[in-house]
């Protein structure tokens, strides 16, 4: 083994791909985010990746496009198929796997039913959302029961971001990876704010893919909007600054003194965490973050372990 279990990190960024989500997706005409297409994964293949970067456990989930392509029905019995699969790998392999609960929204009802199923029964590790479902984002008041049930529960939740249809609709000649991901995860950070979701459903655990996207970088910009609009003068600047140290971040594609530096100034301490974004992203640009920050028995990812553990005990 190329780690101890013991002081391993634990990855809460990283997909699990099946066979029967990748071609539930393409069979929609639904792709990867990368052109490449779905990259090659299992559960040993998974195993195996793990060992070569020191990384004890890794919390899986199900990458953008998600599992609702335009049918309801389909979608609730793909989220259930995926959940029941989760839970199994996590059955099979408690010390290593975790995983977030796949939710066939945008149907709303359906998704309580799942949520249910996924922490009562199958006692999953927490639920993954996307930022976006088609126009709308986190935060918007049709989403509002799904956060009430998740606040009820103290849920860990994973927020991944959404391809938007404002996104698809710019000419870009770009993956959507690059740009349109980050904001995404941006719009929904200042949604869930602005909204007053966050301060309604205070319980909620939020970890934000890719640090937050652009988020924290804009996080001043956000804080004067009360000194600019009347219609947030029932807002402070410090009370929106304090609402970004709700939010947990995880270091995909972000690994690197710059960004880190800003959520520095920004997030509570305790709230930073690390993620790989595999299989989607190779191992190399973990290796790359890893060499910024000093390698995988620095300061930092010594301090992103103990931080997991704080959520995700049952690893320790």
Not at 3 to 9: A, I, K, Q
Not at 250 to 265: K, M, T, V
Request: proline letters at 8%; one cysteine or more.
């Amino acid at each position: 083994m190329a780690h101890s279990d013991s002081t391993g990190r634990i990855d809460v960024h990283c997909h699990a791909v099946p066979p029967f989500f990748t071609e539930a997706a393409q069979a929609a005409g639904r792709g990867a985010s990368i052109s490449s297409g779905f990259p090659q994964w299992s559960p040993a293949l998974a195993r195996e990746t793990m060992d070569r970067q020191h990384i004890a456990a890794s919390l899986l989930s199900i990458s953008q496009p998600g599992v609702h392509f335009g049918n309801d029905a389909a979608a609730v019995a793909l989220a259930r198929r995926c959940n029941d699969y989760l839970a199994k790998l996590v059955a099979d392999d408690p010390t290593h796997f975790g995983a977030f609960a796949a939710v066939p929204l945008p149907d709303v009802p359906a998704a309580l039913d799942e949520i249910r199923h996924a922490l009562d029964t199958l006692k999953l590790d927490g639920v993954g959302l996307l930022a976006s479902y088609g126009t709308q984002f986190l935060g918007d008041a049709i989403f509002d029961p799904v956060l009430e049930l998740l606040d009820s529960y103290e849920a860990t939740v994973f927020v991944h971001p959404n391809y938007h249809p404002s996104s698809r609709s710019l000419g870009m000649d770009l993956p959507a990876f690059l740009v349109e991901f980050p904001i995404d995860t941006t719009r929904a950070v200042a949604n869930l704010i602005f909204s007053g979701a966050l301060e309604r459903y205070p319980r909620i655990k939020f970890i934000l893919a890719h640090q937050g996207g652009t988020a924290p970088y804009l996080a001043h910009r956000l804080s004067v909007a009360p000194l600019i609009d009347k219609r947030f003068a029932a807002l402070t600047p410090e009370a929106i600054l304090g609402q970004f140290r709700r939010f947990y971040y995880e270091s995909a594609q972000g690994a690197d003194p710059a960004p880190l530096a800003a959520l520095s100034q920004l997030a509570d301490p305790s709230h930073l965490l690390f993620g790989s974004d595999w299989p989607y992203c190779p191992p190399a640009v973990t290796a790359a973050g890893d060499a910024a920050v000093g390698g995988v028995g620095s300061e930092i990812q010594a301090r992103w372990r103990a931080n997991a553990l704080a959520l995700f005990p049952r690893f320790g």
